[in-house]
């Protein structure tokens, strides 16, 4: 059920990432955010009065022409600069999209479950997903705020639920270890009471045969 939760999470937080990759000028439905005519998103902007879009590329091209479909800028050089970073959603879709098959490995492959290193694993990249999601959701704001649109939004929804996922994956490699842990100790116990049964009979080789003997004779009686 655990699994299946994290599971269900993850493609959530996929599932917002690759619809953020879909914003304009890949399709023209969805934004990240929108000022007056204008929508934007990972990779470009469109202006809804002229039907004109960048080309997808990754940052928004500093616009200098006096054509009226290249009137709109930024506030600031500095925030066309900051548009390159948008590429992490992408790169962040993509690790999300890693996560969430190495979770459907552990789900329908018990192998996996007790194994601490493959969580470990796992527990690593998603500590990687957290991080660049984050950091999208945070160039969103920079950018767009406070034109930030529902879509700019769902991204830290997204960061929550790969939040979620990191904490019960710390769970489940300390479930793991614990297991571990139990089996060796188990295994132990048996190994110790085996030589004290062996050293046992050495020390009193006689004792025990004595005893065996008398045990013998009785039953004969």
């Known amino acids: 059920m655990l699994l299946k939760l994290l599971m269900l999470a993850m493609t959530i937080s996929s599932i917002i990432q690759l619809l953020s990759i879909l914003t304009v000028p890949v399709t023209h439905t969805l934004k990240l955010a929108q ?3 204008y929508s934007f998103g990972v990779f470009g902007y469109c202006n809804k009065t002229t039907n004109f879009c960048t080309n997808i590329k990754i940052g928004y091209q500093t616009i200098t022409s006096d054509s009226n479909d290249y009137a709109f800028t930024l506030p600031s050089l500095a925030k066309h600069s900051i548009t390159t970073i948008l590429v992490v959603h992408p790169i962040g879709f993509v ?13 329908y492959n018990e192998r996996f479950l007790y194994s601490k290193n493959y969580i470990m694993g796992l527990l690593l990249l998603s500590w990687i997903c ?15 705020i406070p034109n930030l649109c529902l879509l700019g939004w769902l991204n830290l ?22 297991k571990e842990y139990q089996s060796l100790y188990s295994d132990n116990n048996i190994y110790i009471e085996n030589d004290d049964i ?5 020390n009193h080789p006689n004792e025990f045969m004595l005893y065996h003997i008398d045990e013998h004779t009785r039953h004969i009686d």
């Open 198 to 202: 062996v050293e046992s009979d050495n």
């Open 95 to 107: 690790f999300n999209s890693i996560l969430v098959i190495c979770l459907g490995i552990l789900l």
């Open 157 to 178: 929804v997204s960061t929550i639920l790969i939040v979620f996922t990191s904490s019960f994956l710390c769970v489940l490699r300390r479930t793991a270890f614990l």
């Open 130 to 144: 957290f991080i660049l999601c984050l950091l999208g959701f945070l160039v969103n704001l920079m950018l767009f």
């Open 35 to 37: 000022n007056d005519n």
